[in-house]
Nanobody
């Protein structure tokens, strides 16, 4: 149905910001709720945020007020703006439609 590719990860200092992108191919994108997940070393996958086709959003308590999920239907893109990053945010970040997953992008926050 869709193919997902994440990008935008990297190494940042604590207190810094990154913007992750998820590019989706497929005309069904505009009908799908999308989500960001992350997996830190030695931990289980954690839900981070999601967004409905209409733009309603939800956030995990650990990222609320720091992260913002958004989407651009015309470009088939989903974004995750991450501010005030700390070491606890270090993880591989994935976007998902539920049925499909991207390859992940590494975010490393240095103290």
């Amino acid at each position: 149905q869709v193919q997902l590719v994440e990008s935008g990860g990297g190494l940042v200092q604590a207190g810094g910001s990154l913007r992750l992108s998820c590019a989706a191919s497929g005309s069904i994108f505009r009908y799908l709720a999308m989500a960001w997940y992350r997996q830190a070393p030695g931990q289980q996958r954690e839900w981070v945020a999601d967004i409905t086709p209409a733009g309603s959003t939800n956030y995990a308590d650990s990222v609320r007020r720091r992260f913002t999920i958004s989407r651009d239907g015309a470009r088939n893109m989903v974004y995750l703006q991450m501010n005030n990053l700390n070491a606890e945010d270090t993880a591989v970040y994935y976007c998902s439609s539920g049925a499909e997953w991207g390859q992940g992008t590494q975010v490393t926050v240095s103290s």
